[in-house]
Protein backbone atom coordinates (compact mmCIF):
# COMPACT_ATOMS: atom_id res chain seq x y z
CA UNK A 1 0.00 0.00 0.00
CA UNK A 2 2.95 2.53 0.40
CA UNK A 3 3.92 1.48 -2.73
CA UNK A 4 0.62 2.73 -3.88
CA UNK A 5 1.21 6.31 -2.25
CA UNK A 6 4.38 6.51 -3.65
CA UNK A 7 3.49 6.32 -7.06
CA UNK A 8 0.34 8.40 -6.56
CA UNK A 9 2.76 11.48 -4.64
CA UNK A 10 5.13 11.15 -7.69
CA UNK A 11 2.57 11.57 -10.06
CA UNK A 12 1.19 14.54 -8.16
CA UNK A 13 4.72 15.72 -7.41
CA UNK A 14 5.09 15.93 -11.33
CA UNK A 15 2.69 18.44 -10.78
CA UNK A 16 5.19 21.28 -9.46
CA UNK A 17 7.98 20.69 -12.05
CA UNK A 18 8.67 24.66 -13.11
CA UNK A 19 6.01 25.91 -11.39
CA UNK A 20 7.94 27.78 -8.44
CA UNK A 21 8.75 30.81 -10.64
CA UNK A 22 10.75 33.25 -8.48
CA UNK A 23 9.34 37.21 -7.91
CA UNK A 24 12.74 38.90 -6.82
CA UNK A 25 12.49 41.09 -9.90
CA UNK A 26 9.29 42.81 -9.01
CA UNK A 27 8.67 44.57 -5.55
CA UNK A 28 8.58 42.20 -2.72
CA UNK A 29 5.24 44.56 -1.47
CA UNK A 30 3.99 43.41 -5.14
CA UNK A 31 3.88 39.72 -4.53
CA UNK A 32 2.24 36.87 -2.88
CA UNK A 33 4.04 35.42 0.00
CA UNK A 34 1.63 35.40 2.76
CA UNK A 35 2.09 34.33 6.63
CA UNK A 36 -0.35 32.80 8.93
CA UNK A 37 -0.89 34.29 12.49
CA UNK A 38 -1.50 31.59 15.01
CA UNK A 39 -1.96 32.08 18.57
CA UNK A 40 0.60 31.69 20.41
CA UNK A 41 -0.09 29.04 23.22
CA UNK A 42 -1.85 27.07 19.43
CA UNK A 43 1.43 27.36 17.85
CA UNK A 44 3.43 25.71 20.56
CA UNK A 45 0.85 22.71 20.72
CA UNK A 46 1.02 22.41 17.18
CA UNK A 47 5.07 22.79 17.30
CA UNK A 48 5.26 19.99 20.32
CA UNK A 49 2.47 17.73 18.23
CA UNK A 50 5.19 17.92 14.23
CA UNK A 51 7.73 19.86 15.47
CA UNK A 52 8.81 23.49 14.82
CA UNK A 53 9.72 22.61 11.48
CA UNK A 54 7.05 20.22 10.13
CA UNK A 55 4.36 22.61 11.53
CA UNK A 56 6.09 25.64 9.80
CA UNK A 57 5.54 24.02 6.53
CA UNK A 58 2.37 22.67 7.08
CA UNK A 59 1.59 26.58 8.50
CA UNK A 60 2.99 27.57 4.78
CA UNK A 61 1.12 24.80 3.01
CA UNK A 62 -1.57 25.94 4.66
CA UNK A 63 -1.84 29.21 2.70
CA UNK A 64 -1.68 28.19 -0.90
CA UNK A 65 -4.38 25.70 -2.63
CA UNK A 66 -3.23 22.14 -3.86
CA UNK A 67 -1.56 22.45 -7.06
CA UNK A 68 -4.44 20.34 -8.96
CA UNK A 69 -7.87 19.99 -8.93
CA UNK A 70 -9.25 16.57 -7.89
CA UNK A 71 -12.43 14.98 -9.95
CA UNK A 72 -14.72 12.37 -8.72
CA UNK A 73 -16.66 10.68 -11.67
CA UNK A 74 -20.05 9.35 -11.77
CA UNK A 75 -19.46 6.07 -13.12
CA UNK A 76 -23.31 5.21 -13.01
CA UNK A 77 -23.42 7.70 -15.81
CA UNK A 78 -20.15 8.15 -17.58
CA UNK A 79 -16.44 7.08 -17.31
CA UNK A 80 -13.62 8.40 -16.13
CA UNK A 81 -11.78 8.01 -20.01
CA UNK A 82 -14.73 9.55 -21.52
CA UNK A 83 -14.69 12.09 -18.74
CA UNK A 84 -10.91 13.25 -20.00
CA UNK A 85 -11.85 13.25 -23.49
CA UNK A 86 -14.60 16.15 -22.62
CA UNK A 87 -12.55 17.89 -20.64
CA UNK A 88 -10.18 18.34 -22.38
CA UNK A 89 -11.97 19.59 -25.10
CA UNK A 90 -13.64 22.11 -22.79
CA UNK A 91 -10.70 22.75 -21.08
CA UNK A 92 -8.47 22.73 -24.13
CA UNK A 93 -7.89 26.67 -23.82
CA UNK A 94 -6.32 26.02 -20.64
CA UNK A 95 -4.23 23.22 -22.16
CA UNK A 96 -4.94 21.23 -18.92
CA UNK A 97 -2.86 18.38 -18.14
CA UNK A 98 -5.54 15.66 -17.15
CA UNK A 99 -4.96 12.43 -15.95
CA UNK A 100 -6.33 9.39 -14.00
CA UNK A 101 -5.68 8.14 -10.82
CA UNK A 102 -3.88 4.85 -10.57
CA UNK A 103 -4.35 3.87 -7.14
CA UNK A 104 -6.19 0.55 -6.97
CA UNK A 105 -9.86 1.87 -5.25
CA UNK A 106 -9.45 5.23 -6.69
CA UNK A 107 -9.97 4.48 -10.54
CA UNK A 108 -12.84 6.81 -10.55
CA UNK A 109 -10.78 9.63 -10.13
CA UNK A 110 -9.26 12.60 -12.61
CA UNK A 111 -6.76 14.93 -11.76
CA UNK A 112 -6.25 17.94 -13.89
CA UNK A 113 -3.04 20.08 -13.21
CA UNK A 114 -2.88 23.99 -11.94
CA UNK A 115 0.05 25.96 -11.65
CA UNK A 116 1.52 28.02 -9.63
CA UNK A 117 2.85 30.51 -7.40
CA UNK A 118 3.41 32.84 -10.21
CA UNK A 119 5.47 36.17 -10.58
CA UNK A 120 2.92 38.83 -11.84
CA UNK A 121 4.36 42.22 -13.11
CA UNK A 122 1.62 44.38 -11.91
CA UNK A 123 3.46 47.22 -13.82
CA UNK A 124 5.08 49.16 -11.14
CA UNK A 125 8.24 48.71 -12.71
CA UNK A 126 7.57 50.52 -15.75
CA UNK A 127 6.78 53.98 -14.67
CA UNK A 128 7.61 54.18 -10.99
CA UNK A 129 3.97 54.57 -9.86
CA UNK A 130 1.52 52.27 -7.67
CA UNK A 131 -0.70 50.13 -9.82
CA UNK A 132 -4.63 50.66 -9.62
CA UNK A 133 -5.66 48.51 -7.09
CA UNK A 134 -8.93 47.11 -5.59
CA UNK A 135 -8.93 45.29 -2.38
CA UNK A 136 -10.82 42.35 -1.51
CA UNK A 137 -12.01 40.31 1.74
CA UNK A 138 -10.39 37.44 2.96
CA UNK A 139 -12.95 34.76 2.02
CA UNK A 140 -12.78 36.27 -1.15
CA UNK A 141 -9.37 36.04 -1.78
CA UNK A 142 -9.23 32.36 -0.86
CA UNK A 143 -12.02 31.96 -3.60
CA UNK A 144 -10.05 33.76 -5.89
CA UNK A 145 -7.11 31.29 -5.54
CA UNK A 146 -9.15 28.45 -5.76
CA UNK A 147 -10.08 29.99 -9.41
CA UNK A 148 -12.74 31.97 -9.04
CA UNK A 149 -13.86 35.50 -10.05
CA UNK A 150 -13.86 38.91 -8.01
CA UNK A 151 -17.85 40.14 -7.46
CA UNK A 152 -19.20 43.17 -6.38
CA UNK A 153 -19.69 42.01 -2.23
CA UNK A 154 -15.98 40.55 -1.95
CA UNK A 155 -15.01 44.19 -2.58
CA UNK A 156 -13.54 46.45 0.43
CA UNK A 157 -11.86 49.57 -0.99
CA UNK A 158 -10.69 50.71 -4.97
CA UNK A 159 -8.78 52.80 -5.70
CA UNK A 160 -9.68 56.66 -7.34
CA UNK A 161 -10.90 56.70 -10.97
CA UNK A 162 -10.90 52.88 -11.86
CA UNK A 163 -13.48 52.46 -15.15
CA UNK A 164 -14.76 49.60 -16.87
CA UNK A 165 -12.11 47.95 -18.38
CA UNK A 166 -8.76 48.97 -16.58
CA UNK A 167 -6.33 46.77 -15.70
CA UNK A 168 -6.16 46.59 -11.80
CA UNK A 169 -4.08 44.64 -9.38
CA UNK A 170 -6.39 42.95 -6.78
CA UNK A 171 -4.70 42.65 -3.19
CA UNK A 172 -6.64 41.20 0.36
CA UNK A 173 -7.33 42.63 3.73
CA UNK A 174 -6.62 39.97 6.05
CA UNK A 175 -8.08 40.71 9.67
CA UNK A 176 -5.81 42.78 12.19
CA UNK A 177 -5.25 42.68 16.01
CA UNK A 178 -7.91 45.18 17.63
CA UNK A 179 -7.78 47.16 20.27
CA UNK A 180 -10.26 45.67 22.28
CA UNK A 181 -8.49 42.25 21.92
CA UNK A 182 -10.42 40.96 19.04
CA UNK A 183 -10.21 40.81 15.56
CA UNK A 184 -11.00 42.75 12.82
CA UNK A 185 -10.66 44.20 9.31
CA UNK A 186 -11.09 48.13 10.29
CA UNK A 187 -11.56 49.17 6.72
CA UNK A 188 -14.71 51.07 5.92
CA UNK A 189 -16.06 49.86 2.31
CA UNK A 190 -15.83 52.05 -0.42
CA UNK A 191 -12.58 53.53 1.11
CA UNK A 192 -10.43 54.88 -1.87
CA UNK A 193 -6.82 53.63 -1.91
CA UNK A 194 -3.67 56.17 -2.57
CA UNK A 195 -1.35 53.29 -3.13
CA UNK A 196 0.32 55.48 -0.45
CA UNK A 197 1.40 54.10 3.10
CA UNK A 198 -1.34 56.54 4.69
CA UNK A 199 -4.14 53.80 3.32
CA UNK A 200 -5.02 51.82 5.78
CA UNK A 201 -3.24 48.55 6.35
CA UNK A 202 -0.58 49.55 3.60
CA UNK A 203 2.04 47.83 5.11
CA UNK A 204 -0.01 44.71 6.18
CA UNK A 205 -0.55 43.94 2.81
CA UNK A 206 2.65 43.51 1.99
CA UNK A 207 3.18 40.10 -0.19
CA UNK A 208 -0.61 40.11 -0.24
CA UNK A 209 -1.51 40.26 -3.78
CA UNK A 210 -3.38 37.33 -5.56
CA UNK A 211 -3.59 38.56 -9.70
CA UNK A 212 -4.36 41.32 -11.51
CA UNK A 213 -7.65 41.58 -13.96
CA UNK A 214 -10.04 43.96 -15.85
CA UNK A 215 -12.48 45.97 -13.70
CA UNK A 216 -15.70 45.03 -15.14
CA UNK A 217 -17.64 47.98 -13.47
CA UNK A 218 -16.20 51.50 -12.63
CA UNK A 219 -15.12 52.23 -9.01
CA UNK A 220 -18.47 53.68 -8.43
CA UNK A 221 -20.15 51.32 -9.65
CA UNK A 222 -18.66 48.48 -7.40
CA UNK A 223 -19.95 50.40 -4.75
CA UNK A 224 -23.51 51.21 -5.60
CA UNK A 225 -25.16 47.74 -6.57
CA UNK A 226 -25.03 44.94 -4.56
CA UNK A 227 -24.36 42.10 -7.03
CA UNK A 228 -22.52 41.56 -10.10
CA UNK A 229 -18.81 40.44 -11.64
CA UNK A 230 -16.25 43.23 -10.04
CA UNK A 231 -12.57 41.69 -11.65
CA UNK A 232 -12.38 39.58 -14.34
CA UNK A 233 -9.45 37.40 -13.55
CA UNK A 234 -7.15 37.70 -16.47
CA UNK A 235 -3.73 36.81 -14.54
CA UNK A 236 -3.59 34.76 -11.27
CA UNK A 237 -0.74 33.81 -8.70
CA UNK A 238 -2.45 30.15 -8.95
CA UNK A 239 -3.91 28.66 -12.10
CA UNK A 240 -6.43 26.55 -11.33
CA UNK A 241 -8.98 25.81 -14.01
CA UNK A 242 -12.83 26.41 -13.24
CA UNK A 243 -15.22 23.86 -13.16
CA UNK A 244 -18.50 26.18 -12.95
CA UNK A 245 -21.43 24.09 -14.65
CA UNK A 246 -18.90 21.83 -16.56
CA UNK A 247 -20.54 18.09 -17.46
CA UNK A 248 -23.09 18.98 -14.09
CA UNK A 249 -24.02 15.28 -12.98
CA UNK A 250 -21.19 13.33 -14.62
CA UNK A 251 -18.34 15.12 -12.35
CA UNK A 252 -17.94 16.30 -8.79
CA UNK A 253 -14.75 18.13 -7.72
CA UNK A 254 -13.99 16.99 -4.31
CA UNK A 255 -10.85 16.74 -2.02
CA UNK A 256 -8.76 13.84 -2.51
CA UNK A 257 -8.90 12.59 1.47
CA UNK A 258 -12.68 12.84 1.06
CA UNK A 259 -12.91 10.54 -1.67
CA UNK A 260 -11.15 8.06 0.27
CA UNK A 261 -13.10 8.66 3.23
CA UNK A 262 -16.20 7.69 1.34
CA UNK A 263 -13.97 4.48 0.24
CA UNK A 264 -12.72 3.50 3.61
CA UNK A 265 -16.57 3.13 4.71
CA UNK A 266 -16.41 0.04 1.67
CA UNK A 267 -19.92 0.36 1.45
CA UNK A 268 -22.31 -2.60 0.07
CA UNK A 269 -25.51 -3.02 -2.09
CA UNK A 270 -28.23 -3.48 -0.20
CA UNK A 271 -27.02 -2.00 2.93
CA UNK A 272 -28.62 0.97 5.46
CA UNK A 273 -25.86 3.39 5.55
CA UNK A 274 -26.37 7.17 7.95
CA UNK A 275 -24.41 9.85 6.34
CA UNK A 276 -24.53 12.29 9.92
CA UNK A 277 -23.34 15.44 8.72
CA UNK A 278 -24.27 14.89 5.31
CA UNK A 279 -24.24 18.79 3.42
CA UNK A 280 -23.22 19.45 1.30
CA UNK A 281 -23.29 16.09 -0.15
CA UNK A 282 -20.25 14.78 -1.43
CA UNK A 283 -19.99 11.78 0.25
CA UNK A 284 -23.27 10.69 0.38
CA UNK A 285 -23.25 10.83 -3.52
CA UNK A 286 -20.25 8.94 -3.53
CA UNK A 287 -20.82 6.37 -1.46
CA UNK A 288 -24.59 5.86 -3.04
CA UNK A 289 -22.17 5.39 -6.37
CA UNK A 290 -19.97 2.99 -4.72
CA UNK A 291 -23.25 0.99 -3.58
CA UNK A 292 -24.48 0.88 -7.68
CA UNK A 293 -27.72 3.32 -6.17
CA UNK A 294 -28.72 0.16 -4.55
CA UNK A 295 -29.55 0.15 -0.58
CA UNK A 296 -30.83 3.13 1.71
CA UNK A 297 -28.32 6.08 2.70
CA UNK A 298 -29.96 8.12 5.27
CA UNK A 299 -28.49 12.01 4.84
CA UNK A 300 -28.97 14.47 7.55
CA UNK A 301 -27.98 17.81 8.47
CA UNK A 302 -29.79 20.38 10.55
CA UNK A 303 -29.70 23.32 8.01
CA UNK A 304 -33.03 22.92 6.02
CA UNK A 305 -30.88 24.85 2.78
CA UNK A 306 -28.19 22.35 3.24
CA UNK A 307 -30.73 19.63 3.08
CA UNK A 308 -32.51 20.60 -0.04
CA UNK A 309 -28.80 21.35 -1.53
CA UNK A 310 -28.26 16.93 -1.24
CA UNK A 311 -31.89 16.68 -2.51
CA UNK A 312 -30.48 18.60 -5.39
CA UNK A 313 -27.07 17.39 -6.03
CA UNK A 314 -28.74 14.18 -5.63
CA UNK A 315 -31.18 14.49 -8.42
CA UNK A 316 -28.38 16.14 -10.77
CA UNK A 317 -26.39 12.82 -10.12
CA UNK A 318 -29.23 10.88 -11.06
CA UNK A 319 -29.26 8.64 -7.51
CA UNK A 320 -32.44 7.58 -5.77
CA UNK A 321 -31.17 5.57 -3.07
CA UNK A 322 -30.42 8.96 -0.63
CA UNK A 323 -32.75 10.06 1.51
CA UNK A 324 -32.32 13.17 3.55
CA UNK A 325 -33.63 14.73 6.79
CA UNK A 326 -33.36 17.71 8.68
CA UNK A 327 -32.10 16.22 11.76
CA UNK A 328 -28.80 17.65 14.53
CA UNK A 329 -26.64 14.82 15.03
CA UNK A 330 -26.48 15.48 18.42
CA UNK A 331 -30.01 14.00 18.04
CA UNK A 332 -30.00 11.15 16.31
CA UNK A 333 -30.28 8.14 18.77
CA UNK A 334 -34.34 8.35 18.94
CA UNK A 335 -35.91 8.43 22.29
CA UNK A 336 -39.33 6.31 22.34
CA UNK A 337 -42.53 6.12 24.45
CA UNK A 338 -43.64 3.10 25.31
CA UNK A 339 -46.91 3.50 22.88
CA UNK A 340 -44.89 3.97 19.68
CA UNK A 341 -43.88 1.06 17.55
CA UNK A 342 -40.71 -0.30 17.87
CA UNK A 343 -40.81 -2.15 15.18
CA UNK A 344 -40.16 0.50 12.77
CA UNK A 345 -36.28 1.00 12.82
CA UNK A 346 -36.84 4.72 12.00
CA UNK A 347 -38.68 7.29 14.19
CA UNK A 348 -41.70 9.15 13.15
CA UNK A 349 -41.29 12.27 11.15
CA UNK A 350 -41.36 15.46 13.23
CA UNK A 351 -44.09 17.51 11.93
CA UNK A 352 -43.58 20.02 14.71
CA UNK A 353 -40.19 20.80 13.74
CA UNK A 354 -37.39 21.73 15.62
CA UNK A 355 -35.43 19.88 18.72
CA UNK A 356 -34.44 21.38 22.14
CA UNK A 357 -30.77 21.70 22.01
CA UNK A 358 -28.44 21.73 25.38
CA UNK A 359 -28.73 24.35 26.93
CA UNK A 360 -24.68 26.08 25.92
CA UNK A 361 -25.66 25.47 22.28
CA UNK A 362 -29.12 26.96 22.39
CA UNK A 363 -27.52 29.89 24.39
CA UNK A 364 -24.46 30.07 21.70
CA UNK A 365 -27.93 30.49 19.00
CA UNK A 366 -29.83 32.63 20.79
CA UNK A 367 -26.81 34.99 21.08
CA UNK A 368 -26.48 35.30 17.60
CA UNK A 369 -30.29 35.57 16.60
CA UNK A 370 -30.02 38.43 19.16
CA UNK A 371 -26.88 40.01 17.86
CA UNK A 372 -28.42 39.49 14.33
CA UNK A 373 -31.95 41.13 15.06
CA UNK A 374 -30.04 44.36 16.99
CA UNK A 375 -28.32 44.72 13.64
CA UNK A 376 -31.51 44.55 11.88
CA UNK A 377 -33.30 47.30 13.70
CA UNK A 378 -30.14 49.43 13.46
CA UNK A 379 -30.81 49.34 9.76
CA UNK A 380 -34.37 49.70 9.90
CA UNK A 381 -33.53 53.01 12.57
CA UNK A 382 -30.92 54.22 9.58
CA UNK A 383 -33.49 53.55 6.67
CA UNK A 384 -36.64 55.32 8.92
CA UNK A 385 -34.25 58.38 9.60
CA UNK A 386 -32.93 58.94 6.55
CA UNK A 387 -36.38 58.77 4.98
CA UNK A 388 -37.46 61.48 6.95
CA UNK A 389 -34.40 63.82 6.46
CA UNK A 390 -34.84 63.36 2.69
CA UNK A 391 -38.48 62.57 1.57
CA UNK A 392 -37.74 64.44 -1.37
CA UNK A 393 -35.54 61.77 -2.31
CA UNK A 394 -36.57 58.44 -0.67
CA UNK A 395 -38.05 57.70 -4.09
CA UNK A 396 -34.02 57.16 -5.53
CA UNK A 397 -31.98 57.15 -2.14
CA UNK A 398 -30.85 53.90 -0.93
CA UNK A 399 -29.57 53.61 2.53
CA UNK A 400 -26.30 52.27 3.82
CA UNK A 401 -28.25 50.16 6.54
CA UNK A 402 -30.59 48.75 2.98
CA UNK A 403 -27.42 47.65 1.68
CA UNK A 404 -25.94 46.09 4.50
CA UNK A 405 -28.79 44.47 4.33
CA UNK A 406 -28.89 42.74 1.06
CA UNK A 407 -25.10 41.86 1.78
CA UNK A 408 -25.90 39.93 4.94
CA UNK A 409 -28.61 38.51 2.66
CA UNK A 410 -26.31 37.38 -0.37
CA UNK A 411 -23.80 36.36 2.19
CA UNK A 412 -26.26 34.21 4.34
CA UNK A 413 -28.39 33.18 1.65
CA UNK A 414 -32.20 33.25 1.79
CA UNK A 415 -33.85 32.56 4.95
CA UNK A 416 -36.26 29.03 5.34
CA UNK A 417 -39.36 30.67 4.24
CA UNK A 418 -37.76 32.23 1.08
CA UNK A 419 -36.04 28.75 -0.27
CA UNK A 420 -36.47 27.96 -3.29
CA UNK A 421 -38.02 23.74 -3.53
CA UNK A 422 -40.24 24.26 -0.14
CA UNK A 423 -40.04 22.11 2.70
CA UNK A 424 -37.51 19.53 3.82
CA UNK A 425 -38.28 16.11 5.73
CA UNK A 426 -37.50 16.12 9.10
CA UNK A 427 -36.98 13.17 11.53
CA UNK A 428 -37.13 12.42 15.29
CA UNK A 429 -34.16 10.42 14.95
CA UNK A 430 -33.47 6.60 14.59
CA UNK A 431 -33.37 2.97 16.51
CA UNK A 432 -30.54 1.99 17.58
CA UNK A 433 -28.57 -0.30 16.03
CA UNK A 434 -30.49 0.58 12.95
CA UNK A 435 -27.58 0.81 10.32
CA UNK A 436 -24.94 -0.87 9.11
CA UNK A 437 -22.63 1.50 8.74
CA UNK A 438 -22.29 5.04 9.66
CA UNK A 439 -20.24 8.19 8.46
CA UNK A 440 -19.30 10.74 10.70
CA UNK A 441 -17.33 13.65 8.75
CA UNK A 442 -17.83 15.70 12.52
CA UNK A 443 -18.34 20.03 12.21
CA UNK A 444 -14.73 20.75 13.18
CA UNK A 445 -12.23 23.32 13.36
CA UNK A 446 -11.53 23.13 9.40
CA UNK A 447 -7.87 23.93 10.18
CA UNK A 448 -6.88 21.49 7.05
CA UNK A 449 -8.62 23.47 4.59
CA UNK A 450 -6.35 25.41 1.94
CA UNK A 451 -6.00 28.03 0.65
CA UNK A 452 -6.63 29.88 3.75
CA UNK A 453 -5.17 33.55 4.92
CA UNK A 454 -6.69 33.86 8.40
CA UNK A 455 -6.25 31.63 11.56
CA UNK A 456 -5.89 33.99 14.57
CA UNK A 457 -9.40 33.72 16.17
CA UNK A 458 -8.58 29.67 16.93
CA UNK A 459 -7.04 29.27 20.59
CA UNK A 460 -6.96 26.26 22.54
CA UNK A 461 -10.20 26.98 24.03
CA UNK A 462 -12.15 26.93 20.87
CA UNK A 463 -10.81 23.73 20.19
CA UNK A 464 -11.68 21.71 23.08
CA UNK A 465 -15.02 22.80 22.92
CA UNK A 466 -14.82 21.31 18.44
CA UNK A 467 -13.66 18.08 20.69
CA UNK A 468 -16.49 17.68 23.05
CA UNK A 469 -18.98 18.26 20.27
CA UNK A 470 -17.53 15.87 18.21
CA UNK A 471 -17.17 13.24 21.35
CA UNK A 472 -20.96 13.41 22.31
CA UNK A 473 -21.65 13.17 18.08
CA UNK A 474 -19.81 9.75 18.16
CA UNK A 475 -22.02 8.57 21.39
CA UNK A 476 -24.86 8.99 19.21
CA UNK A 477 -22.89 7.17 16.08
CA UNK A 478 -22.36 3.76 18.73
CA UNK A 479 -25.65 3.36 19.24
CA UNK A 480 -26.76 3.79 15.56
CA UNK A 481 -24.64 1.14 14.24
CA UNK A 482 -25.54 -2.90 14.53
CA UNK A 483 -23.21 -5.14 15.79
CA UNK A 484 -20.67 -6.26 13.32
CA UNK A 485 -20.98 -2.85 11.70
CA UNK A 486 -18.61 -0.12 10.58
CA UNK A 487 -17.91 3.58 11.89
CA UNK A 488 -15.93 5.85 9.93
CA UNK A 489 -14.91 9.27 11.21
CA UNK A 490 -12.90 12.11 9.44
CA UNK A 491 -12.60 15.71 10.27
CA UNK A 492 -10.77 18.07 7.96
CA UNK A 493 -8.46 19.45 10.50
CA UNK A 494 -4.65 18.98 11.71
CA UNK A 495 -5.88 19.49 15.35
CA UNK A 496 -4.87 15.98 17.23
CA UNK A 497 -7.11 17.05 19.67
CA UNK A 498 -10.26 16.06 17.34
CA UNK A 499 -8.44 13.27 15.84
CA UNK A 500 -6.40 10.95 17.64
CA UNK A 501 -7.54 12.39 20.67
CA UNK A 502 -10.92 11.21 19.47
CA UNK A 503 -9.75 8.10 18.68
CA UNK A 504 -8.20 7.49 22.08
CA UNK A 505 -11.74 8.57 23.66
CA UNK A 506 -13.71 5.71 21.45
CA UNK A 507 -11.32 3.13 21.93
CA UNK A 508 -11.01 3.69 25.72
CA UNK A 509 -15.03 4.17 26.57
CA UNK A 510 -16.37 1.76 23.91
CA UNK A 511 -14.57 -1.70 24.93
CA UNK A 512 -16.43 -3.18 22.20
CA UNK A 513 -14.79 -0.78 19.03
CA UNK A 514 -11.26 -1.71 17.72
CA UNK A 515 -9.76 0.10 14.68
CA UNK A 516 -10.03 -1.46 11.14
CA UNK A 517 -7.43 -1.05 8.39
CA UNK A 518 -8.22 0.84 6.06
CA UNK A 519 -8.72 0.72 2.04
CA UNK A 520 -6.92 2.14 0.27
CA UNK A 521 -4.52 3.96 2.55
CA UNK A 522 -2.55 6.58 0.86
CA UNK A 523 -2.64 9.10 4.36
CA UNK A 524 0.34 8.76 6.73
CA UNK A 525 0.39 7.33 9.75
CA UNK A 526 -1.26 9.13 13.15
CA UNK A 527 1.05 10.34 16.21
CA UNK A 528 1.46 9.05 19.38
CA UNK A 529 1.49 9.80 22.39
CA UNK A 530 0.24 13.36 24.32
CA UNK A 531 0.15 16.24 25.47
CA UNK A 532 0.43 18.27 28.70
CA UNK A 533 -1.42 21.35 28.72
CA UNK A 534 -0.42 23.98 31.27
CA UNK A 535 -3.48 23.86 32.89
CA UNK A 536 -2.60 20.18 34.04
CA UNK A 537 -5.23 18.58 31.15
CA UNK A 538 -3.50 16.12 29.19
CA UNK A 539 -4.75 15.15 25.90
CA UNK A 540 -4.01 11.47 25.10
CA UNK A 541 -3.44 10.12 21.52
CA UNK A 542 -2.47 6.92 19.98
CA UNK A 543 -0.24 4.34 21.61
CA UNK A 544 1.90 2.39 19.51
CA UNK A 545 0.75 0.26 17.28
CA UNK A 546 -2.34 2.00 16.59
CA UNK A 547 -0.76 4.64 14.13
CA UNK A 548 -0.75 2.78 11.11
CA UNK A 549 -4.36 2.03 11.33
CA UNK A 550 -5.55 5.71 10.78
CA UNK A 551 -4.78 7.97 7.81
CA UNK A 552 -3.54 11.76 8.42
CA UNK A 553 -3.19 13.66 5.23
CA UNK A 554 -0.66 16.47 5.95
CA UNK A 555 -0.97 19.64 3.50
CA UNK A 556 2.63 19.76 3.63
CA UNK A 557 3.08 16.23 2.08
CA UNK A 558 4.00 15.48 -1.84
CA UNK A 559 0.07 14.83 -2.30
CA UNK A 560 -0.36 18.04 -1.68
CA UNK A 561 -4.06 17.54 -0.18
CA UNK A 562 -5.88 19.71 2.68
CA UNK A 563 -5.47 18.37 6.30
CA UNK A 564 -7.62 15.40 6.73
CA UNK A 565 -7.93 12.32 9.12
CA UNK A 566 -9.52 9.58 8.66
CA UNK A 567 -10.35 6.77 11.21
CA UNK A 568 -12.65 3.28 10.98
CA UNK A 569 -14.13 1.56 13.99
CA UNK A 570 -15.38 -2.15 13.47
CA UNK A 571 -18.16 -2.24 16.14
CA UNK A 572 -18.75 -5.33 18.01
CA UNK A 573 -21.31 -6.02 20.89
CA UNK A 574 -21.72 -4.96 24.29
CA UNK A 575 -25.52 -3.39 25.27
CA UNK A 576 -24.05 -2.25 29.00
CA UNK A 577 -21.63 -0.28 27.58
CA UNK A 578 -24.06 1.55 24.98
CA UNK A 579 -26.09 1.57 27.84
CA UNK A 580 -23.63 3.38 30.19
CA UNK A 581 -21.10 5.10 28.18
CA UNK A 582 -18.20 6.43 30.10
CA UNK A 583 -18.16 10.58 30.24
Not at 24 to 31: G, I, K, M, Q, T
Not at 236 to 244: G, K, M, N, T, Y
Not at 319 to 329: N, V
Amino acid sequence: MKKKAWGLSKTIGSFFTNQHKLMEDFPERYSYNPTLRWNAELESYFSNAYGPHNFSRISKALTRPSCYSCIRVNTLKTTPDAVIDKLTAVLKENRADISKCEVVGLDNVVFVRGSGPHAINYGYAADGKPPKEVLVSRKCAEAVLRGAQVYVPGVLACSAHVEKGELVAVSVSVEQPGVDGGWGVGITRGTVLQGSQTDPYHLERNGLYIGQGRAMMSRSGMFRVTEGLAVDMSDRVFHLPSFRDVLEGEIFLQNLPSIVAARALDPQKGERILDMCAAPGGKTTAIAILMKDEGEIVAVDRSHNKVQGIHKLAAEMGLSCITPYKLDALKAVCVRNESEDLSDPSCAKDNHGGHIQDSNFMKSEVEKIESITFERLNAENDFKKAGSNEKANESSYISKADIRKEMRRKRNGPGRNQCLGGKVEKSKGFAPSSFDRVLLDAPCSALGLRPRLFIGEETIESLRKHAIYQRRMFDQAVQLVRPGGVIVYSTCTINPGENEALVRYALDTYKFLSLAPQHPRIGGPGLVGRFEFPDGYTEEWLRPGEEELVQRFDPSSPLDTIGFFIAKFVVGSNEADLQNPSS
